[in-house]
């Protein structure tokens, strides 16, 4: 499981580009340390998520998250759950479906408070800010701070790694969201 949320909701703090970067820091960490799992639950709590959280969101940038997330992620995520949601969280979705697949579609899972999803997990795997009685999430950030810390050296070699999109046979194939823009007339 994976739990994402804002640690503090300051705006002048808030910027997804960063919260991106951590998070798939986080994972290749835990994929070099750990290994692959078989499968991955994404938990985005949205409790102070609010409409300004939302426009600072840079939409290319999102667009490129969730082309990573569906095409080149090395984790098989099969749930993605948010929980503390509010039309916020619907409006944000509702501004990035064109650019979701209709199988993340179907991953998709929002509830309207942590309680009612908490309840089908296991207290031994819910932190204890929800419920549960595995560490607190200032806790296992700690952790997971550490682990990525201590992985700098090995981070830094894994983001050296690049695609020589020069040797890629065939033509780059754009989105249907690209070809569909592309084709907008403004009067």
């Known amino acids: 499981m994976i739990l994402l949320r804002l640690r503090d909701p300051s705006l002048d703090l808030y910027s997804f580009n960063l919260s991106v970067k951590w998070l798939l820091m986080s994972v290749t960490a835990q994929l070099l340390s750990e290994g692959q799992q078989s499968e991955y639950k994404i938990i985005y709590d949205a409790d102070s998520y609010t409409m300004s959280h939302v426009m600072r969101n840079p939409l290319s940038a999102v667009r490129h998250y969730l082309d990573f997330g569906q095409k080149a992620s090395a984790i098989r995520v099969v749930e993605i759950h948010f929980i503390n ?7 944000l979705i509702s501004l990035v479906k ?11 899972h929002f509830h309207t408070s942590s309680d009612a999803f908490f309840k089908s997990l296991p207290k031994d795997q819910t ?28 981070l830094l070699a894994h983001n050296q790694q690049k695609v020589d999109e020069s040797k890629r046979i065939g033509k780059k194939k754009k989105s249907k969201v690209e070809e569909d823009f592309k084709k907008l007339e403004i009067d």
């Open 98 to 108: 064109p650019f979701m697949n209709k199988h993340i579609m179907k991953m998709l």
């Open 85 to 91: 949601s509010s039309s916020v969280v619907k409006k």
């Open 127 to 154: 932190p204890s800010d929800y419920g549960g009685t595995a560490p607190s999430l200032d806790v296992l950030t700690a952790e997971n701070t550490k682990r990525v810390e201590e992985m700098r050296e090995a």
